[in-house]
Structure formats: C-alpha cells, structure tokens
C-alpha cells in the first residue's frame, strides 16, 4: 500500500470499526482507536448473526469481530488492527509501540504471549468443572498452580521494566493487549473458581492493574461485572471456550 493511498483514505473516511461491545479481541482494538484519539464509527455485529452473512465473510474470512474498514482498505485480526492503527495513527507523543527494533521484539514477545499461555491458561481453568473425584481435585490444583506461575511471570516482566506499564512508563499494545481478559478474569475466577487474582499481592501486577483501570480510554469500554457474569454464566453452561479452543 502507498503512501499516497493511505494519505487519501484517511482523509476521505472515518474508520468503520465492526465489533461486539462483549468481545475482548474487539475491546484491544476499540481502546486503541480511543488512546489515539482516532476518529471511527461504531458498527454493532450481532455474534452469531451479523457475522455468518456474506458481506462480512467477504470482510473477514474467519467470520470475527473485530474488524476495520476505511475505503477499500480492510484489516482483521485485533493484534494485526492495532498494529496498523498504531504506525498509520501514532506520533511521537502518543506512541504505543517503540521505534528500537529490539525492544519492538520485546514488545512483540509479550503481546503474543498473552493468547498462547495467560489467555489459555486462565480460560483452561475457568472451564475446568471440578468433581468429587480426588483426580479432577488434583487437575484443578494443577491448572491453578499453572496460572498463578503465569501471573507472577507477568508480574516480574512488570517488575523489570522500570515503570507502571508493561514497557515502562507508558502505555503500549502489550497493556492493551492484557487488559481486556483481566478485566473478565478478576470477575469469573473469583465468582466460578473463589480465585482472587489481587489477593494474590502481586505488587506489581496490582499495581498495572490500578493504572490501567483509570486509563479513559478503557473506561469507556468496560463492562459492567454483573454483565460479565450474566454473558460467562451462558458460555460456561455450553462448554463454549472449549468448543472454540481458547481453552483446553
Ligand atoms: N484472533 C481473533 C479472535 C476474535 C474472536 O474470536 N472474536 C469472537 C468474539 S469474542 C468472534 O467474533 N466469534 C465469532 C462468533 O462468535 O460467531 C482476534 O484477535 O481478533
């Protein structure tokens, strides 16, 4: 894509952002369009619905919100969405991946991170319905003890980068990134599995998670916990995170 494409479509029209006020992959990039103060339309995608029809297929193959549109040009994927916005959107002031092409890698390592081992292991968990059984006792220990290693890894990786933020002082993708699933995660382990992730003290961690919580652009876009409960309680009765593979 040129540079001179890109120029006239920004200029001609706002961003179309295709999403599900529920869904955490299009909360990353709703925060995104807001932390860049990025003009865009909201277009509601009924999950299930809007999203099986032949104009959004043609949008997006995978049949998923989030999606983006500008003109002609369409972009899927939230990681891959906010990316994009970053480089087209960012400026020096307000950018939320770094230029130094090592800590881009870092920066990079981290945001994947987050769906292959803390979004996959929490979901695990949560989905894991204990019996009475001593073996299903022992597994849920064992999917519990695995997350909690997660978290005080995120918790370190906090640690070390010198500021509140993932990659310091300021917020980038990697935050962006996380804080969506916290925000379900601190509601439904407490409520399905007793398991606070804050009374854990992860000093850091908790600390992020302060931080991010009095950022105005994910404000915005945070649902209510009854809401979380009401919408998990359904997916948890249909075994759903297993059936589309976030979990284990
Ligand atoms: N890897 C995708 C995942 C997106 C995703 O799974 N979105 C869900 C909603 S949270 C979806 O649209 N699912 C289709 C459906 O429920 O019919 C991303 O990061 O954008």
């Not at 990353?28 to 103060?37: A, F, G, V």
């Not at 005080?152 to 990134?177: H, K, M, N």
């Not at 919580?213 to 075994?239: A, N």
């Given at each position: 894509?040129?540079?001179?494409?890109?120029?006239?479509?920004?200029?001609s029209?706002?961003?179309?952002?295709?999403?599900?006020?529920?869904?955490?992959?299009?909360?990353?990039?709703?925060?995104?369009?807001?932390?860049?103060?990025?003009?865009?339309s909201?277009?509601?995608?009924?999950?299930?619905?809007?999203?099986?029809?032949d104009?959004?297929?043609?949008?997006n193959?995978?049949?998923?919100?989030?999606?983006?549109?500008?003109?002609?040009?369409?972009?899927?994927?939230?990681?891959?969405i906010?990316e994009?916005?970053?480089?087209?959107?960012?400026?020096?002031?307000?950018?939320?991946?770094?230029?130094?092409?090592?800590?881009?890698?870092?920066?990079?390592?981290?945001?994947?991170?987050?769906?292959?081992?803390f979004?996959?292991?929490a979901y695990?968990?949560?989905?894991?319905?204990?019996?009475?059984?001593?073996?299903?006792?022992?597994?849920d220990?064992?999917?519990r003890?695995?997350?909690?290693?997660?978290?005080?890894?995120?918790?370190?990786?906090?640690?070390?980068?010198?500021?509140?933020?993932?990659?310091?002082?300021?917020?980038?993708?990697?935050?962006?990134?996380?804080?969506?699933?916290?925000?379900?995660?601190?509601?439904?382990?407490?409520t399905?599995?007793?398991?606070?992730?804050?009374?854990?003290n992860?000093?850091?961690?908790?600390?992020?998670?302060?931080?991010?919580?009095?950022?105005d652009?994910?404000?915005?876009?945070?649902?209510?916990?009854?809401?979380?409960?009401?919408?998990y309680?359904?997916?948890?009765?249909?075994?759903?995170?297993?059936?589309?593979?976030?979990?284990?």
């Amino acid at each position: 894509m040129s540079a001179e494409n890109l120029t006239n479509s920004q200029s001609s029209q706002p961003i179309q952002f295709y999403a599900n006020p529920y869904c955490p992959y299009a909360q990353r990039s709703w925060i995104t369009l807001r932390q860049l103060n990025i003009p865009f339309s909201y277009e509601h995608i009924e999950l299930g619905k809007d999203n099986k029809t032949d104009w959004f297929i043609a949008m997006n193959p995978n049949g998923a919100v989030p999606v983006i549109k500008q003109n002609d040009i369409i972009i899927y994927e939230s990681l891959v969405i906010n990316e994009y916005l970053s480089e087209v959107f960012g400026n020096a002031q307000n950018k939320l991946l770094p230029e130094n092409p090592v800590l881009k890698a870092k920066a990079r390592i981290l945001i994947s991170r987050c769906d292959a081992k803390f979004v996959k292991l929490a979901y695990t968990y949560l989905s894991h319905k204990p019996t009475d059984s001593q073996e299903s006792t022992a597994k849920d220990e064992e999917l519990r003890n695995a997350l909690e290693t997660e978290l005080r890894f995120l918790d370190d990786t906090l640690a070390e980068s010198q500021g509140t933020y993932f990659l310091g002082e300021t917020v980038s993708l990697v935050d962006i990134a996380f804080i969506p699933f916290f925000e379900r995660m601190l509601v439904v382990l407490e409520t399905w599995k007793g398991f606070n992730i804050k009374s854990l003290n992860l000093n850091h961690l908790n600390r992020w998670l302060d931080a991010m919580s009095s950022l105005d652009s994910y404000q915005e876009t945070q649902m209510e916990p009854e809401k979380i409960k009401e919408v998990y309680s359904r997916f948890l009765g249909s075994d759903y995170f297993k059936k589309v593979g976030i979990a284990n």
